[in-house]
């Protein structure tokens, strides 16, 4: 894979555009032109380099078999150490069979191209998630607003989800007002990355962590440290696209990134959302982009939508939520889903133990259903195998077992 042709573009908009060519080797794939797109207002906040199309690309690199990443441009030395030791893991996690570590190409020089603003800030990645609401409602509990770490901007980034036609109006008066809220500046930022490799596993267990490393870096000029939320807690780590052993290490030399949040679980993450009014009314957990509006931008029925909305009902918080176009939890809303997601079946485990069968005896059945794969039975029938249990004991104890074992003779015949 070649790397070139970079360039940086002021747009009839008065945005800017950064973008280079991804040119491939050793497969049979066009070349590609990846960018990097902000609007005007925030044009000074980006500057052309390296480090974003190096860091989009390797992963796909590695999944086609390409030997080496050459790129015709300077990239720190500490991108690049992080870029082998991702490779290391990506490889070892996804492609044990491979021996040899794809060759990372770069050119060298002592000084470093981005001329930096005096007074660097702080970002994180907005979706207005749960994950990502988390991570910027801690920051301001942690922080003083004059700190160094603490959050100034909200990047939301569009083009990622290519499966879907974004809309961008609904979510932004969401994020908006979020954002006025919090007092952080929002940047949007548009991007084509996704067009290198379109398969949603590769993007979601693999890529999905440097990716958005390498939008991080599109900021270096005005930022000097962005927070990537974290999916998974500790407890449930497994392999996975963004990850504490991948994303702190594809920073640089001036750029540091966190991987922010892990010691949280989901209902923990709820919890501190669901403090704030502002956040707990405008939040985004909604995948079906196609049902937005301008009121609601999420449809309350599909899966991401369903597990939020559990995790606010157990801790008592999903009738002051306004978020939803429809907030009922039923059986027969549960039952309709789909079969979980090996990432999602980890919150819905978080979540079942604390659904009351006394409460709602065909939600306990359907939310252990769905988690546990095996139909849970009504409060009579438990009972029943309650007695059936007992009856057992007494059988062996008296009878030495003789009762059942006619009781199997007589089932047979």
Partial sequence: MIINNFSENVLDSGGKKVSAEIHWEDCDRPVKEIYFEVSKEHRDKIALNAAPFLLASFIPAIKTMEKRVKVDEYVCPETILGIQRTGAFISHWHYPDRESQIVIETKRKNKNPIDRVPKRKSAFFFSGGIDSLATLLRNREIYPKD??????????????EIEKKEQLSPVETKLDTI????????????????????????????????????????????????????????????????????DPVLGSSYMRIVHDGLSM?????????????????????????????????????????????????????????????????????????????????????????????????????????????????????????????????????????????????????
């Fill in 179 to 246: 954002a006025d809220q919090a007092g952080i500046e929002r940047i949007t930022l548009k991007t084509n990355v996704r067009s290198l490799d379109e398969n949603w596993q590769f993007w979601e267990y693999q890529w999905q962590g440097s990716v958005l490393a390498s939008l991080a870096h599109v900021f270096a000029p005005s930022i000097h440290l962005v927070y990537i939320a974290s999916t998974i807690d500790y407890r449930n780590l497994k392999p996975y696209g963004s990850h504490p052993l991948i």
């Fill in 147 to 160: 700190n160094e770490n603490s959050i100034s901007y909200g990047i939301t980034a569009y083009g990622l």
């Fill in 265 to 413: 679980t989901r209902l923990e993450k709820v919890k501190l959302v669901s403090k704030y009014e502002y956040a707990l009314n405008n939040l985004r957990c909604c995948n079906q982009v196609h049902k937005y509006d301008d009121e609601y931008i999420n449809c309350g029925e599909c899966e991401k939508c369903m597990r939020t909305m559990l995790a606010l009902h157990v801790i008592g918080k999903l009738n002051e939520t306004k978020s939803f176009r429809d907030s009922r939890i039923t059986a027969e809303k549960i039952n309709t889903l789909a079969r979980l997601s090996k990432t999602s079946i980890i919150w819905w485990r978080e979540f079942a133990p604390f659904i009351k069968e006394s409460f709602d005896p065909d939600l306990y059945t359907a939310v252990n259903t769905k988690v546990f794969g095996a139909r849970i039975g009504s409060a009579s029938n438990q009972r029943l195998k309650a007695l059936k249990e007992k009856f057992g004991k007494v059988d062996k104890k008296i009878f030495g077992g003789k009762i059942r074992s006619l009781k199997r003779q007589i089932d047979r015949t």
